[in-house]
């Protein structure tokens, strides 16, 4: 058994829960990204892998491969500004959603809403960006 501050008697155990779950979740996450680090990796060594024995092959598959690599990186530049899209537009409406929110809620403080004005911007920042500025090749 352990004291708090005040004198009472607090369960070890329940002292452990969220310090276990901590070290849990942390290691979880960890080997999570270091597994999908490894996986882009073998992705990575086997495209190329494949990409030389094409264009060892003949000269039409030296032009085959390159035509396939353009794709694939044109390909992700696409899938990226959607992405940067998508979390522009969610950013936004968060940003909405808080304002909204606390307009609701606090009455006290008449200004406390355009704590909102801060995700809403970075949405709107995030969907300029992908709009306006991105490369569009």
Same mark, same amino acid.
Not at 53 to 76: C, R
Not at 82 to 95: E, F, K, P, S
């Given at each position: 058994?352990?004291?708090?501050?005040?004198g009472?008697i607090?369960p070890?155990?329940?002292?452990l829960v969220?310090?276990?779950?901590s070290?849990?979740?942390?290691?979880?996450?960890a080997v999570?990204?270091w597994?999908?680090?490894?996986r882009k990796e073998?992705?990575?060594y086997y495209?190329?892998?494949?990409?030389?024995?094409?264009?060892?092959?003949?000269?039409?598959?030296?032009k085959?491969?390159?035509d396939?690599l353009h794709?694939?990186?044109?390909n992700?530049?696409?899938?990226?500004?959607?992405?940067?899209? @998508?979390? #522009? %537009? $969610?950013? *936004?409406?968060? +940003?909405i959603?808080?304002? /909204?929110?606390?307009?609701?809620?606090?009455?006290d403080e008449?200004a406390a809403? @355009?704590v #909102? %004005? $801060?995700? *809403?911007?970075? +949405?709107v920042?995030?969907? /300029?960006y992908?709009?306006?500025l991105?490369?569009?090749?």
């Amino acid at each position: 058994m352990a004291f708090d501050g005040d004198g009472t008697i607090v369960p070890v155990a329940a002292m452990l829960v969220p310090i276990v779950g901590s070290i849990a979740l942390f290691s979880f996450l960890a080997v999570a990204a270091w597994a999908d680090a490894r996986r882009k990796e073998r992705e990575a060594y086997y495209t190329s892998e494949t990409l030389k024995k094409i264009a060892e092959t003949s000269g039409d598959g030296a032009k085959a491969a390159m035509d396939m690599l353009h794709e694939q990186e044109h390909n992700f530049m696409l899938r990226r500004r959607d992405g940067q899209r @998508l979390g #522009g %537009l $969610i950013t *936004l409406a968060v +940003g909405i959603g808080v304002m /909204v929110f606390l307009k609701a809620i606090v009455h006290d403080e008449p200004a406390a809403y @355009l704590v #909102g %004005l $801060i995700p *809403l911007l970075i +949405g709107v920042a995030l969907l /300029v960006y992908a709009y306006v500025l991105a490369p569009k090749e």
